[in-house]
């Protein structure tokens, strides 16, 4: 057996890569996720205070912050317990780039997309409910990727939508000075 070469090594780490994901929370109570996001801030706002302090704060002061802090960390356990619940998890992966190709080819812009964008690579009603099918991790099937293109509203569809496309956009390459 001959000794890998340094591509070798290189293109075994490039095929064991994983590919990029995008992860959709649907949270069926606004105000869970409101007081779930508050809890959030709270927590972050007191570790940041706590770690703003010196080593030579008061000792009841420093005390009194450990304590504030550590009950917000609590609450934010409590919160996030609540939120998760409540909360339905969608995920969805970029394709390989000849399936995702081969899916815009499956899907070409009608007439009234070019007239309406002469840059349309394909037509939005049948292709979005196809890419979030196909882009699931879940396996949501096409036909409940456009019931919820019918029924859901437009945020949490424009969401849905995002999160299986923008994956497909997602860069893992840095071409900065090296």
Known sequence: MSNP?????????????????????????????DRYQQAKQAAQRAEDYLNSLGKDADKDALA??????KEA????KAAQEEYDAHTVVLTFQALERGRLEDLIKEHPPTE??????????FHFATFAPALIAAASVDGM????????MKTWALDDWKSLW?????VQQRKRTDLGKG
Do not use: F
Request: with cysteine.
């Open 64 to 69: 009194l912050v450990r304590k504030q802090t």
């Open 73 to 76: 960390q609590d609450a934010l």
């Open 5 to 33: 070469t340094a591509w070798d090594v290189i293109q075994k780490q490039l095929d064991a890569m994983p590919k990029p994901t995008q992860v959709l929370r649907l949270c069926s109570d606004p105000e869970l996720r």
């Open 141 to 148: 099937p096409e036909e409940y990727a456009q019931h919820a």
């Open 112 to 121: 009234d997309d070019e007239e309406r964008d002469s840059n349309a690579e």
């Open 162 to 166: 995002g999160a299986a496309w923008l």
